[in-house]
T-cell receptor, first 108, second 116 residues
Framework: QKEVEQNSGPLSVPEGAIASLNCTYS??????FFWYRQYSGKSPELIMS????GDKEDGRFTAQLNKASQYVSLLIRDSQPSDSATYLC????????FGAGTTVTVRA | GAGVSQSPSNKVTEKGKDVELRCDPI?????LYWYRQSLGQGLEFLIY????????KSGLPSDRFSAERTGGSVSTLTIQRTQQEDSAVYLC??????????????FGSGTRLTVV
């Protein structure tokens, strides 16, 4: 059983700050990594994918992958109240294995 | 269709009744997945389809749960003799393919099942 572990949170950050989310995974052979955002009462929405070691930036989001350490992270720069949600880390073989999620609250 | 469509959006059923949940994936997506999410919990994998076959049914909680997919498109998840612990949001997702998973999934809006 592939395991994906995330900081349980909740994570509270002031508006404009950087939110840092961490995720570790157990399967060293994993190749594809995703971050999903889930608003309360809604379904998960894909916000980032990363496949190679290093950083990948998309707007205010940066995903970081270190396969040697089996670690993937998500940075949210200039956090906005609309970023308040649960963020799910997912690792894909032929199916996605999800972490339990980290709830982020951005205080105005 | 433009997105993954699930129906019904909400279902309240009496304990012991059977229910059917439907998922219509994005047109052309060959892989289809069912997950469930209990209140405040993470996503629990149930079953995966590639085309009409189900290579991985390992997440189905009991033999009361079954699923099928026809025509490489619509999938139905059936829960027989529902129990209160079956209450959850059932999420369907689809993707263009599987293998080493180059693609993320697109989720439907889910079916909220309440067993009373």
């Amino acid at each position: 059983q592939k395991e994906v572990e995330q900081n349980s949170g909740p994570l509270s950050v002031p508006e404009g700050a950087i939110a840092s989310l961490n995720c570790t995974y157990s399967d060293r052979g994993s190749q594809s990594f995703f971050w999903y955002r889930q608003y309360s009462g809604k379904s998960p929405e894909l916000i980032m994918s990363i496949y190679s070691n290093g950083d990948k930036e998309d707007g205010r989001f940066t995903a970081q992958l270190n396969k040697a350490s089996q670690y993937v992270s998500l940075l949210i720069r200039d956090s906005q109240p609309s970023d308040s949600a649960t963020y799910l880390c997912a690792v894909n073989d032929y199916k996605l294995s999800f972490g339990a999620g980290t709830t982020v609250t951005v205080r105005a | 269709g433009a997105g993954v469509s699930q129906s019904p959006s909400n279902k309240v059923t009496e304990k012991g009744k059977d229910v059917e949940l439907r998922c219509d994936p994005i047109s052309g997506h060959t892989a289809l997945y069912w997950y469930r999410q209990s209140l405040g919990q993470g996503l629990e994998f149930l079953i995966y389809f590639q085309g009409n076959s189900a290579p991985d049914k390992s997440g189905l909680p009991s033999d009361r749960f079954s699923a099928e997919r026809t025509g490489g498109s619509v999938s139905t998840l059936t829960i027989q003799r529902t129990q209160q612990e079956d209450s959850a949001v059932y999420l369907c997702a689809s993707s263009p393919g599987s293998g080493q998973g180059l693609y993320g999934y697109t989720f439907g809006s889910g079916t909220r099942l309440t067993v009373v």
